[in-house]
């Protein structure tokens, strides 16, 4: 069964701070791996959108990278801010129509 | 500006009633998606649709209902028949299979 895991369920850690999101899946034939994040309430936000055929993603101070052999993806966030506290999806696409989805990350970054 | 837009914000509705989410979207994507949020869950796929007068079922569409008479446009009725329709609908469309975009969601409360 195709599977998505995001440990831990949630993280807390002071301003600052660089820290690394973990994601990993069943059956390492993905097609693309998708973060986003999401804030109380709201809807989605895509971060990063990383291909099978690539191993990392940058944008701003987030970092995602990918290893399918060990079916692992981790979203690096540097100099962490209080504004990037939110929940944090990992998505797997295995070459279907759909996406599946983890259950998530929530961070709280305080001052 | 591009997006995707859901209405309303919050829905309420008594037990017994049929009700319809909206979700339209100016991005000019062909495939469009309606999932279902609860806490401590990830999103799971309820309907999902790549192009104009088509659509599928995805994991959880008992109790629900879809049309795509238009590329803009795919709303989501909820039934009678589904068991527990509280919950937070969210919608996105992607082109094929690359990035999906999400919009901001509609929080629907049955009692």
């Known amino acids: 069964k195709q599977e998505v895991t995001q440990i831990p369920a949630a993280l807390s850690v002071p301003e600052g701070e660089n820290l690394v999101l973990n994601c990993s899946f069943t059956d390492s034939a993905i097609y693309n791996l998708q973060w986003f994040r999401q804030d109380p309430g709201k809807g989605l936000t895509s971060l990063l959108l990383?291909?099978?055929?690539?191993r990392e993603q940058t944008s701003g101070r987030l970092n995602a990278s990918l290893d399918k052999s060990s079916g692992r993806s981790t979203l690096y966030i540097a100099a962490s801010q209080p504004g990037d506290s939110a929940t944090y999806l990992c998505?797997?696409?295995?070459?279907?129509?759909?996406?599946?989805f983890g259950t998530g990350t929530r961070l709280q970054v305080f001052p | 500006d591009g997006g995707i837009t859901q209405s309303p914000k919050y829905l309420f509705r008594k037990e017994g009633q049929n009700v319809t989410l909206s979700c339209e979207q100016n991005l000019n994507h062909d495939a469009m998606y309606w999932y279902r949020q609860d806490p401590g869950q990830g999103l799971r796929l309820i309907y999902y649709s790549q192009i104009v007068n088509d659509f599928q079922k995805g994991d959880i569409a008992e109790g629900y209902s879809v049309s795509r008479e238009k590329k803009e446009s795919f709303p989501l009725t909820v039934t009678s028949a589904q068991k527990n329709p509280t919950a937070f609908y969210l919608c996105?469309?992607?082109?094929?299979?690359?990035?999906?975009?999400f919009g901001p969601g509609t929080r629907l409360t049955v009692t």
């Open positions: 990383i291909q099978s055929s690539q």
């Open positions: 998505a797997v696409n295995w070459f279907s129509d759909k996406l599946i």
């Open positions: 996105a469309s992607s082109v094929g299979q690359r990035e999906q975009y």
